[in-house]
């Protein structure tokens, strides 16, 4: 019996060592740690069960029978992150490159289904060389395989990749269709096709950092929702993000002890608003100043900065919020803010997450840029996101709700459970000046009274009471108090239920 | 006593005003121009008069419009606080002639006293040693330079309605004077409207200490002991004490009968101050005299006991004084930190907006620890470009200079600013320096001691440990509550281990946590211990600990694995890792920052004034390259290297923002 523990113990040794001590320390001599440290680093300590150590890969072309590595190129398995439980795979560049195979990917898939079936997220640590040639269409199914898990456990768990390492060809693909994707900053890069391809197709000469790397898709493609400088702080802030993040779509959002009073006073709220309404103001001093602890999960910091996403906790409890950045580009909703925002909301939707919604929009983003981009369907994106989702939504205007974009900011008409605005709210069809050139064109040349059917107009519609009067919005909130008023808002609608008429499912303009 | 005072000022001074009016149950009258409409000073106040748009040459320095909120108001006495119109005898004039009292000295005084030629004529008749220099008026450039020879250089050039640095400079030869000469008088022009210089001998070495007068209107004075203001930054007071470390009784008590015998010389009335500069070897020369309250007041006001504002009212409304010079205890020591929204990481350039975080530590009054902070914003309030940048003064006592040193360190720790560059780690850093600490301190100790301006400070290795075990229980109590949230596996909850690295300033220092339900023993690898006991829960930006029992104050913030704390003027990153992850951690790549030394970066929000140089132009280390104004001064920008400029990207009359790249070197 001493034999048989020993040979187990020697062959998880063997297995442990993934492509041996070189390759671990040609790893770590680029700055990256191996597939189970990385393991180590997400999960709780001691917490990790591994599936499939022993694996290994079935191709016996070009002498691939003469190595089969235990493993085959992928950590998989489960564990937990601050007690919940999370199921994961960490693919092994020390092990041929850590290219998929068809077992490979028969281990990712394994532990998918159990997500699934189980009810848990699935965290991927990507570092791959892509396909295993050596494996041909094998490998290739494999890819589709993960693929259809992703689709499948999309909306069921929530699926989170890590770029840390190549991500390239079909690769990209999997990640592609999780919920969110965090890269390494200068060790991960992304791309459907390398710079060597694209020298040699379109003869033009890009790095792969500059073509993939996390400042490219975290500020130009938006392909990624996050980088971080290096491996430990990656994983310490996915640890960070799976804390907000319900287990599965039956599962509540995760409540923990907070030490913020729901009451408290932010006095300095009352000033937020400049007293020129052509004036920027910083929206995420709101967001932190109604936080839990000032707690701000931003989602996709670098891309479409006009409007703001990310997760907090009102109670200890999760939120998702949505919010105009009236530093950049005024607040306005375009093509890219739209799509940002609009992904961000089905997926507090698809888990249950209530979203509060701060308003400051001026309107669409005009020019032949945004028209010529499609802005009306990608505008509807966001339309339609707030307009499907069935859980919690608050809404506090707390400036401007002009035109269209008031509609679409979670407005009372599309199911906003509280809409609530701060007496320097407008809402109105568009500014003063731009409605009264349009209602009083004959009176153009004559700037006095323009000057005077401005004022008029501004008295009138430049505050949320006309909007109140018609109970579009429900109570005119002191902004001092917003916090404790949106605690108990989101507070009332714990016991919400709401169902929208069965469809195979919807057709969201894409 | 007066029913109505209106205070002609604005920020600090006038909240200060304001406090002792009401405790004296006198009405109070603000004054306000359009970038106050929400200050601190206006809510303050029972009534409060609009007088225009923001600059002050168009509200708080235009009397027509005082005058105007006088009579709108009723208000029988005017408190000019500092500033603005304080040293304006015109103004007391015009107060005068509505039969309103101005809570001062009489305009004969003011105007004796105020321009600086006319005071130092009057203090030589006085046979007060005065610092030897030109007293007339220069016309030119050229007799700048041709006085500055004959005076000897180092000479000092300045505004002679100046004041607070403004329109200073110093020149150690020609082109400094002839450089010199035409900024005074340019900032003279734009912040007095009174562009007349003078030249004097400029001492070095010097300390420079001042004395509190007080005088009524019955021919009685006395003197308040004086005020150390050495610690000055391009010739503005940065902190203060009193009393001073360097004085004896027997020189204390010769200036302050000569600053009485000055201030009767001149038939002075109210609170003045006479300034000098005293050598190494305690002479003292006269250097002006301030006819109106000081910024510093409050340090002579906690070691004396007397309510400065409330003596200047009292005697504006006639009474006399109730102090006689023997009755003039001082008692214990005290300190003013002046707080200044200017980035002391920036060169302190002034920095402006809102202050999205403002929470002063908590004021106390006790026999031996007072706390005092005169300040005239609030939390949400704006920082506007139009006014001076010092937003607050933070006192403290102590019944000795070494208790009042403690006691500022602490309380500097425990205030929150958030939003605007400001200086409190810079205030930190003095109060820790061991030359001040001894006091051994000059006028020109900022120079000599931060040359290269501020970096920030490094902990000590004493301070590190303590911090260090402060963050690594506070770190425990956060993972603690991490483990708590809901949705866990039943029976496979995650323990939270005792064995942590924590890595600060480079020091990697192994530790375990022995946690009770009072707080935790942190033992070190090498036995160390430290006790930790706090109140902080996680989410606090402010932690206050005892540390062996002794108080530990820090601002906390949160990073990956750790926590950014500030205090003493450090700003450090410390983290709190397990073994395994700390020996993870330490594979990383360290990184390095871009490389911006061939760009010159605005430094400040601000107006490109002037562009020295052109695109491949040869430049020397030093030479001006561009000016930038902000919040009135001209910054003049200079090349740190020899290089050649090879982009510009902004030109006059643009307005750039903080790090915009106004040219670039080859």
Request: aromatic fraction near 8%; include cysteine.
């Amino acid at each position: 019996m001493k034999d048989i523990l020993e040979e187990l113990e020697s062959r998880r040794d063997t297995a442990r060592l993934g492509g041996g001590q070189n390759r671990i320390d040609a790893q770590h001599g680029k700055g990256k740690l191996t597939a189970r440290e990385r393991v180590e680093l997400l999960l709780d300590e001691g917490s990790f069960e591994e599936f499939d150590m022993f694996v290994a890969h079935r191709c016996t072309d070009f002498g691939m029978e003469k190595e089969r590595p235990a493993g085959d190129g992928v950590v998989t398995g489960w564990g937990t992150i601050n007690g919940r439980m999370v199921y994961l795979f960490s693919q092994d560049f020390t092990v041929f490159g850590g290219s998929l195979s068809e077992t490979h990917a028969q281990k990712i898939c394994k532990i998918m289904d159990m997500a699934v079936q189980n009810g848990a997220p699935v965290i991927g640590i990507n570092d791959s060389g892509g396909a295993r040639i050596q494996e041909g269409v094998a490998s290739l199914a494999g890819y589709a395989e993960v693929f259809q898990r992703n689709i499948m456990a999309s909306g069921v768990v929530p699926q989170i990749s890590v770029i840390m390492g190549p991500c390239a060809g079909g690769a990209v693909y999997s990640p592609a269709m999780t919920d969110f994707i965090f890269m390494v900053k200068d060790t991960s890069y992304m791309f459907v096709t390398g710079p060597d391809v694209v020298k040699t197709v379109t003869n033009e000469v890009v790095t792969a950092e500059e073509l993939g790397g996390a400042s490219t898709h975290t500020r130009k493609s938006s392909v990624a929702d996050g980088a971080f400088e290096n491996d430990v702080e990656a994983l310490t802030e996915i640890r960070r993000l799976v804390d907000f993040l319900p287990l599965n779509n039956r599962d509540k959002p995760p409540v923990r002890p907070f030490f913020d009073s729901p009451d408290r006073m932010e006095m300095s709220l009352d000033t937020l608003i400049p007293d020129n309404p052509n004036s920027p103001y910083d929206m995420k001093e709101l967001i932190v100043k109604l936080a839990d602890e000032g707690d701000f999960y931003e989602i996709q910091e670098n891309f479409a900065k006009n409007i703001l996403t990310g997760f907090i906790r009102l109670e200890g409890s999760t939120v998702g919020v949505v919010a105009n950045q009236p530093m950049v580009l005024a607040g306005c909703l375009d093509i890219d803010s739209s799509r940002k925002a609009a992904r961000f909301v089905r997926f507090c939707d698809a888990f249950e997450i209530p979203v509060l919604t701060l308003v400051d929009v001026p309107g669409f983003l005009p020019g032949t840029s945004q028209e010529y981009g499609g802005v009306i369907k990608h505008g509807a994106k966001l339309l339609f996101a707030y307009g499907e989702a069935t859980v919690p939504k608050v809404t506090v205007i707390t400036r401007k709700a002009y035109g269209g974009a008031y509609d679409v900011m979670a407005s009372k008409h599309l199911r906003g459970d509280f809409n609530y605005a701060w007496p320097t709210a407008e809402i109105a069809v568009m500014g003063a000046k731009g409605a009264t050139e349009i209602l009083y064109r004959s009176e153009l040349r004559d700037k006095e009274r323009i000057a005077h059917r401005t004022k008029d107009y501004e008295a009138r519609f430049a505050n949320p009471f006309v909007a109140a009067e018609k109970g579009f919005i429900d109570e005119v909130i002191t902004p001092h108090a917003t916090r404790k008023r949106i605690c108990r808002a989101f507070a009332s609608l714990r016991g919400k239920q709401m169902k929208n008429p069965w469809k195979k499912h919807d057709n969201i303009p894409l | 006593m007066f029913k109505k005072i209106l205070i002609a000022n604005r920020g600090e001074i006038a909240c200060r005003v304001i406090k002792t009016a009401r405790k004296m149950g006198i009405a109070t009258v603000a004054i306000y121009s359009d970038a106050d409409r929400n200050a601190l000073h206006v809510q303050m106040a029972d009534e409060a008069v609009h007088i225009g748009p923001p600059p002050a040459n168009q509200s708080y320095i235009v009397i027509d419009k005082v005058m105007d909120a006088v009579r709108q108001s009723g208000a029988e006495a005017v408190h000019p606080g500092y500033g603005f119109l304080s040293e304006n005898s015109k103004f007391a004039q015009a107060l005068e002639a509505e039969g309103v009292a101005f809570v001062g000295p009489p305009k004969r005084a003011i105007e004796a006293m105020g321009d600086k030629i006319t005071s130092k004529k009057l203090a030589q008749e006085a046979s007060v040693s005065t610092v030897p220099g030109y007293m007339g008026l220069i016309a030119d450039a050229d007799e700048a330079v041709k006085i500055s020879n004959q005076i000897g250089y180092p000479v000092m050039i300045k505004a002679s309605a100046g004041g607070g640095g403004k329109g200073m400079r110093i020149a150690w030869d020609d082109a400094e004077a002839r450089q010199g000469f035409q900024s005074s008088k340019n900032e003279a022009a734009s912040s007095f409207g009174d562009d007349r210089i003078f030249i004097e001998k400029f001492i070095t070495q010097p300390r420079h200490i001042e004395i509190q007068v007080l005088a009524d209107q019955h021919g009685n004075a006395v003197y308040l002991g004086e005020r150390e203001c050495s610690i000055q930054r391009r010739n503005q007071k940065v902190i203060e004490e009193a009393p001073s470390p360097f004085l004896d009784d027997v020189t204390r008590k010769a200036m302050g009968e000569q600053a009485v015998a000055l201030a009767q010389a001149v038939g002075y009335t109210s609170a003045g101050t006479v300034e000098f500069i005293v050598d190494g070897g305690r002479n003292f020369y006269f250097l002006e005299m301030n006819t109106r309250l000081q910024v510093e007041h409050p340090v002579t006001e906690l070691i004396t006991g007397v309510d400065l504002v409330e003596q200047m009212i009292r005697v504006a409304n006639g009474e006399k004084l109730t102090i006689a010079q023997k009755d003039v205890k001082l008692n214990g020591w005290a300190m003013e930190s002046r707080l200044y929204a200017e980035d002391p990481y920036r060169g302190f350039l002034p920095s402006i907006g809102r202050l999205s975080r403002y929470r002063p530590p908590l004021e106390v009054a006790t026999q031996s620890h007072v706390v005092r902070n005169d300040t005239g914003v609030y939390e949400g309030g704006e920082i506007s470009m139009y006014y001076d940048p010092m937003i607050a003064k933070l006192c403290t006592w102590g019944p000795n200079r070494a208790e009042a040193i403690e006691n500022m360190r602490v309380a500097l720790d425990a205030f929150e600013v958030e939003g605007i560059g400001h200086n409190l780690p810079f205030l930190s850093a003095v109060m820790d320096h061991p030359r001040f600490v001894s006091g051994d301190i000059t006028t020109a100790f900022i120079e000599e001691e931060y040359p290269d301006g501020f970096d920030g400070v490094e902990l000590s290795e004493k301070q590190i440990r303590r911090v260090a075990a402060a963050a690594a229980a506070m770190y425990r109590v956060t993972e603690i509550r991490r483990t708590r949230v809901s949705g866990r596996m039943d029976n496979h909850e995650r323990k939270v281990g005792s064995d942590w690295v924590v890595e600060a300033q480079g020091h990697h220092l192994p530790v375990t946590i022995e946690a009770d339900k009072l707080g935790a023993t942190v033992v070190f690898d090498d036995g160390g211990k430290h006790r930790v006991e706090s109140k902080w829960v996680p989410g606090d930006s402010l932690a206050v600990l005892d540390v062996d029992a002794t108080p530990l104050v820090m601002k906390v913030g949160k990073i990956p694995n750790g926590f950014r704390l500030r205090l003493r003027g450090a700003d450090v990153r410390v983290y709190i890792r397990s073994p395994r992850q700390a020996e993870l951690a330490a594979l990383m790549p360290q990184k390095v920052a871009p490389d911006t030394s061939k760009l010159l970066l605005c430094p400040m929000p601000g107006l490109i004034v002037k562009v020295d140089v052109e695109i491949g132009q040869e430049v020397q280390e030093g030479q001006a390259l561009c000016t930038v104004e902000a919040m009135k001064m001209e910054n003049i920008l200079r090349a740190e290297r020899k290089s050649v400029v090879s982009k510009i990207n902004a030109g006059p009359g643009d307005s750039l923002a903080v790090d915009e790249v106004i040219m670039e070197f080859e």
